[in-house]
């Protein structure tokens, strides 16, 4: 089973940019396209952007088209969201986890934070 450790959530200012990076256990990450996500207070998780197992193609929720781009580095195991211009709206906690019918484990997700 892989394992989904999120990070580089924090304050930003509207404006701003983020990293988030999504660290998986296990070589089989590569097999996977793969996808951020992200849960507002009291919602259910949203998708925000996938990209498939060798970085040929990725799709954007239209909240996060322009904005934000999603990448992968296989080698490392790691998935990438950079997040720039960033709004109020986008202030959630943000996951990643492969795409359906695939779903590992979910992991603990990272804060992203908008406010100035």
């Known amino acids: 089973q892989v394992q989904l450790v999120e990070s580089g959530g924090g304050l930003v200012q509207p404006g701003g940019s983020l990293r988030l990076s999504c660290a998986a256990s296990?070589?089989?990450?590569?097999?996977?396209?793969m996808a951020w996500y992200r849960q507002f207070p009291g919602e259910q998780r949203e998708w925000v952007a996938t990209?498939?197992?060798?970085?040929?193609?990725?799709n954007y929720a239209d909240s996060a088209k322009g904005r934000f781009t999603i990448s992968r580095d296989n080698a490392k195991n790691t998935l990438y969201l950079q997040m720039n211009s960033l709004r109020p709206e986008d202030t959630a906690v943000y996951y990643c986890?492969?795409?359906?019918?695939?779903?590992?484990?979910w992991g603990q997700g990272t804060q992203v934070t908008v406010s100035s």
């Open positions: 990209v498939t197992s060798n970085s040929g193609s990725t």
């Open positions: 986890n492969a795409v359906l019918p695939v779903r590992f484990a």
């Open positions: 296990g070589s089989i990450f590569r097999l996977y396209a």
